[in-house]
């Protein structure tokens, strides 16, 4: 296995809250996602809508919390989605959703965390965060264990 830099080895967007002005409780507007409080269950949760689009994530982008509390993720499960300050979508297989994850249970945010009221996270912080790449081949076989183990526990 090889260890790169995450931003190095897949696009990530940074998130942009839009105005609160635009900020509407109508399920036609697109999807807002601006923390953790609208990630559910490694999903999105469709809670506020915005009629302003300032930064998107594309279906089976991995969504990342960069604010308090910094790691939580979650795949989007919709077309397109809006993110705000609190998410960086990133562009990743499997292999790597299953790796931000065990990085995040296992403390690794904790580092690069600052501000002392309000944890955050930098986006070159995790664009510079290392991560272990193999070829696409085992990164596909192996992603696919952890997600058929992830289906059958969470059906059980």
Request: charged letters at 25%; glycine letters at 8%.
């Amino acid at each position: 296995w090889e260890r790169k830099k995450l931003g190095i080895y897949v696009p990530i967007t940074m998130g942009q809250s839009p105005n609160s002005k635009n900020y509407t409780n109508n399920p036609r507007d697109n999807i807002l996602v601006q923390g953790n409080a609208d990630l559910y269950n490694n999903r999105v949760l469709k809670r506020t809508f915005t009629t302003e689009v300032t930064k998107i994530a594309d279906r089976n982008d991995i969504l990342i919390s960069v604010r308090a509390p910094v790691g939580d993720i979650a795949r989007n499960q919709y077309e397109s989605i809006v993110i705000g300050r609190g998410i960086a979508a990133i562009k990743g297989n499997n292999f790597l959703y299953y790796q931000l994850e065990k990085m995040n249970n296992s403390g690794f945010w904790k580092k690069y965390i600052a501000g002392s009221t309000f944890e955050s996270i930098t986006g070159k912080d995790l664009k510079s965060s290392d991560i272990y790449i193999s070829n696409h081949k085992e990164e596909k076989s192996i992603g696919d264990i952890f997600q058929t183990l992830t289906k059958t526990i969470q059906y059980m």
